[in-house]
């Protein structure tokens, strides 16, 4: 009866020691690896002062679960500007997909993957949001592992 006990508590005294393996979330954060795909995000063109796409539609053509609507339209000085913009989060299985498709390099993976929502509706990103840097969780790092730019430049 008492070596079994002992022996039990000879095993609790060795971990007691040694460095915990879990974390204390939410206090304590895992870092998103730099290729971590998580939620996408538009980008803005600062020198032309709109977004960077162009309403083409290869994501939502490449976009193997059909999650992504764009609908485009045509601004004053003629150019083709996504309208609507919208990705369903509920049904992307976060493929990268739609980023290697774009010809103009306008959306990216982040780094964000704290994307729970009270409701389905919530996992609907608009352009709005999506043209909103996520917040992403401490320590973490917005991937660009999957943009035009930087696999031109081998990063
Ligand atoms: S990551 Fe994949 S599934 Fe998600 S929107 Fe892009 S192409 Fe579609
Ligand atoms: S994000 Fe890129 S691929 Fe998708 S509609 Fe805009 S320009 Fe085209």
Not at 17 to 42: H, N
Not at 53 to 80: D, F, M, S, W, Y
Not at 107 to 127: F, Q, W
Request: aromatic share 10%; proline share 6%.
């Amino acid at each position: 009866m008492l070596w079994p006990l002992l022996k039990g508590l000879s095993v609790t005294l060795k971990y007691f020691f040694t460095r915990p393996v879990t974390m204390k979330y939410p206090e304590q954060r895992w870092e998103a690896g730099p290729r971590w795909r998580g939620r996408q995000q538009l980008l803005w063109d600062e020198e032309r002062g709109r977004e960077k796409c162009v309403a083409c539609c290869l994501c939502a053509t490449v976009c193997p679960a059909q999650c992504i609507r764009v609908e485009g339209a045509e601004n004053e000085r003629h150019e083709k500007y996504p309208a609507v913009y919208e990705i369903d989060l509920n049904r992307c299985i976060f493929c990268g997909f739609c980023v290697e498709a774009c010809p103009v390099s306008a959306i990216i993976m982040t780094g964000a993957y704290e994307l729970a929502e009270y409701t389905r509706d919530g996992s609907i990103y608009g352009k709005e949001e999506l043209l909103q840097e996520p917040q992403l969780p401490k320590g973490a790092e917005r991937s660009t592992t999957f943009s035009l730019e930087s696999r031109l430049s081998g990063k």
